[in-house]
């Protein structure tokens, strides 16, 4: 089992920036892929975006590139996520998701290991 638990989130003014972290526990070893993704309140969650351990190759959501980065950390199991520019519409609850595959997928139920999300809210 992997556990994962983020931290980081808050209330930020539009066009500020936020940073989220992720630190994964457990048979990390099994991980090939972690992501982010979040959930408004009454919509659906969401893909955000995706690294593959071994090579750091990244994926991201259109709504959120160029303005959002995922790095990890390896040596540490952590994952993060670098918020520029943030807009009321990226409040959400934000989670930290892995899998044992390599694809940088962006479907909820590919992601077997969950985090148990952290409120990002973005004023106007």
């Known amino acids: 089992q992997v556990q994962l638990v983020e931290s980081g989130g808050g209330l930020v003014q539009a066009g500020g920036s936020q940073r989220l972290s992720c630190a994964a526990s457990?048979?990390?070893?099994?991980?090939?892929?972690m992501a982010w993704f979040r959930q408004a309140s009454g919509k659906e969650r969401e893909f955000v975006g995706s690294?593959?351990?071994?090579?750091?190759?990244?994926s991201y959501a259109d709504s959120v590139k160029g303005r959002f980065t995922i790095d990890i950390d390896n040596a540490k199991s952590m994952v993060y996520l670098q918020m520029n520019s943030l807009k009321p519409e990226d409040t959400a609850t934000y989670y930290c998701?892995?899998?044992?595959?390599?694809?940088?997928?962006?479907?909820?139920?590919?992601?077997?290991?969950w985090g148990q999300g952290t409120q990002v809210t973005v004023s106007s």
């Open positions: 690294i593959r351990r071994v090579n750091g190759k990244t």
């Open positions: 998701a892995a899998h044992e595959g390599a694809s940088l997928s962006v479907r909820v139920h590919e992601y077997e290991y």
């Open positions: 457990g048979r990390t070893f099994t991980i090939r892929t």
